[in-house]
């Protein structure tokens, strides 16, 4: 269940990205997934999460009604649609996957959103 990040690049404020993570396996229908970032300097902070079957959803503050979680689980990937992006939405995102005890992180892709 390796997950590997697409999407991320150089945006300017208000603008749009989608970042998509694919991970292998049969069992990744079964994990709980979520995306994270780091910034500069600062902790890895949870952005938005989504459970086994999509059925519960979660955002950090900082992003209610501007980013959007959602997953495939036939293919095999999940996704973040990022709206109105602001500057300080720039960091190194991660894709991370829960099954059970064991977590499973991707290597993290950049966005930039510039002013």
């Known amino acids: 269940v390796q997950p590997v990040e697409s999407g991320g690049g150089l945006v300017q404020a208000g603008g749009s990205l989608r970042l998509s993570c694919a991970a292998s396996?049969?069992?990744?229908?079964?994990?709980?997934m979520g995306w994270y970032r780091q910034a500069p300097g600062k902790q890895r902070e949870l952005v938005a999460g989504?459970?086994?079957?999509?059925?519960?959803?979660n955002y950090a503050d900082s992003v209610k009604d501007r980013f959007t979680i959602s997953r495939d689980n036939a293919k095999n990937e999940m996704y973040l649609q990022m709206n109105s992006l602001k500057p300080e939405d720039t960091a190194v995102y991660y894709c991370?996957?829960?099954?059970?005890?064991?977590?499973?992180w991707g290597q993290g892709t950049q966005v930039t959103v510039s002013s």
């Open positions: 991370k996957a829960d099954l059970g005890v064991l977590s499973y």
């Open positions: 396996g049969r069992i990744f229908r079964f994990a709980v």
């Open positions: 989504i459970t086994s079957r999509g059925g519960n959803i």
